[in-house]
């Protein structure tokens, strides 16, 4: 999302208001202001996170949960977990979640969408949204007919695979479990690595890449 400028005290007019600047928010923000001659206000309760090393340090997310960061939500007392209440993170910050979650980039899978379909929801099958979950990413190295290159979030897998994920792939298939090689490609439905909303540095750091940088 290519932001203008961070006020606190909006004045003027303008076109369209959004209200959240959360992972939503920003993709309705950035594809409104696609107009030029668009005025667009993306307003947001919690603070501008450029430039925030614990925002932006993608080995630290967790640190984030319960913070400055985090609305800190709560599930009401549940019987099914013994009656505790269950934290329910969410991002209090521009980006919102997306600012704040483990990056993790997972589409869900066919059968869910094409349920949606069936059920009614036209245009709302896996191959209706294929083109725009294609149309969200840039992931190069992927199959082009199921992963974007073009697209404002930035995705790509870990170029270091710690040696217990790699067991746990190894276990998966002695169970005779499909071993993917992309978790967002034909099919989901296996053990497979992790692709990421987050860019490796030269250093081997690891970047956030949230909807409200995209």
């Known amino acids: 999302m290519r932001l203008m400028g961070v006020v606190t005290a909006p004045t ?8 959240g600047a959360g992972a939503a928010g920003c993709v309705l923000a950035a594809r409104l202001s696609e107009n030029p001659d668009a005025r667009v206000l993306l307003i947001e309760a919690g603070p501008d996170h450029r430039g925030l090393r614990e925002i932006l ?5 967790d640190a984030l949960i319960g913070g400055r960061f985090d609305y ?6 549940t019987p099914h977990v013994l009656g505790r209440s269950i934290a329910m993170p969410r991002g209090r910050v521009l980006g919102g979640s997306s600012s704040t979650n483990a990056m993790l980039w997972y589409r869900g899978a066919r059968a869910d969408y094409d349920a ?3 059920a009614g929801a036209t245009g709302w099958g896996y191959d209706d949204l294929l083109p725009y979950f294609r149309r969200s990413e840039t992931r190069p190295g992927g199959d082009p007919a199921y992963r ?7 995705v790509a897998p870990l170029s270091r695979v710690h040696p217990i994920a790699t067991a746990l792939l190894d276990a ?6 499909p071993v993917l090689d992309d978790a967002n490609g034909p099919s989901n439905e ?4 992790a692709d990421y909303n987050a860019i490796e540095g030269d250093d081997g750091s690891f970047e956030r890449w949230s909807t409200a940088r995209a």
């Open 12 to 19: 003027g007019a303008y076109d369209y208001l959004v209200v």
């Open 57 to 61: 340090d993608a080995a630290h997310w």
């Open 72 to 77: 800190g939500y709560r599930s009401a007392p």
């Open 116 to 118: 949606w379909a069936d």
């Open 148 to 154: 974007g290159l073009h697209g404002p979030v930035r």
């Open 172 to 177: 998966a298939a002695a169970r005779g479990l």
């Open 190 to 193: 296996g053990a497979v690595f």
